[in-house]
């Protein structure tokens, strides 16, 4: 789809570039790269070449969103997946919310991909169930962003279009269907209270997946949008961890 509006100042996709291990950052439904931005500059500063696309529809205008699906956005993925592969060695899918579950897809079909972040990973949101199967209206207000600490701006839309909510929903409820294929070593950040997607979807997701390396980890200072929260430096710090220990113990297996 193309787009009709400008995109909002802050909202761009970024890449940075580092060493030869890249991060596919995905922001979550109606962000933008902005709210994966600390994280991934973070990770730059360590070393690491980082890719984080702005999804189709999202930091320009609700109406560009309106027109967007779920295939536009897992596309963008796999656009800058392959843009990374050709410059590094091992690939890492990082995502927020929908992002999450976007990585999940990714993973189902790259079974290349060395790891899996998944933060507040997203199989249901309990606010918008009330619209499923609906058309009107149109155009729903949408609330402020989940974000425990003060003072913190998310780039966002005030309303979001009922089509997007319906394409949202239609990600959400294939993906338990391909859950046990994904065997990538994987990492779960769950917040402990979360007002958009109950902590109960990251458990499904661990429980379900085939990963003999799996790990869940709460955050407990932290609301839906933890890449901008609190707990923001200790993602970044796990992330690390998890991306070397994964890694290393690659390279003892070869």
């Not at 027109?67 to 963008?76: A, H």
């Not at 995502?95 to 991909?113: C, H, P, V």
């Not at 974000?147 to 701006?153: A, C, D, L, R, T």
């Amino acid at each position: 789809m193309k787009e009709k509006f400008p995109v909002i100042t802050g909202a761009e996709s970024f890449f940075l570039k580092g060493n030869d291990i890249g991060l596919l950052l995905s922001h979550g439904f109606m962000g933008t790269p902005q709210s994966v931005q600390y994280i991934g500059e973070k990770l730059f500063h360590l070393g690491y070449t980082v890719c984080a696309p702005r999804l189709k529809g999202h930091g320009t205008h609700y109406k560009d969103l309106e027109k967007s699906s779920y295939q536009d956005w897992l596309l963008d993925l796999e656009i800058n997946y392959k843009l990374l592969k050709e410059t590094c060695s091992s690939i890492f899918v990082i995502g927020q919310s929908m992002g999450g579950t976007l990585a999940l897809w990714m993973a189902k079909k790259y079974k290349d991909i060395n790891g899996l972040v998944l933060i507040n990973a997203a199989l249901n949101v309990p606010n918008y169930e009330k619209w499923i199967g609906k058309t009107m209206p149109k155009y729903i207000h949408e609330s402020e962003p989940d974000i425990k600490q003060e003072n913190v701006y998310e780039i966002t839309y005030n309303k979001v279009p009922i089509k997007s909510i319906n394409q949202l929903q239609l990600l959400m409820e294939k993906t338990p269907e391909f859950l046990q294929a994904i065997t990538n070593p994987t990492v779960c950040f769950k917040s402990a209270e979360d007002h958009v997607v109950p902590p109960e979807n990251t458990d499904f997701i661990y429980q379900h997946i085939s990963s003999i390396h799996k790990k869940v980890i709460t955050l407990h200072n932290s609301y839906h949008v933890a890449s901008m929260d609190n707990d923001k430096d200790n993602i970044v710090k796990y992330t690390h961890q998890f991306i070397q220990k994964t890694l290393e113990e690659k390279a003892v297996e070869l």
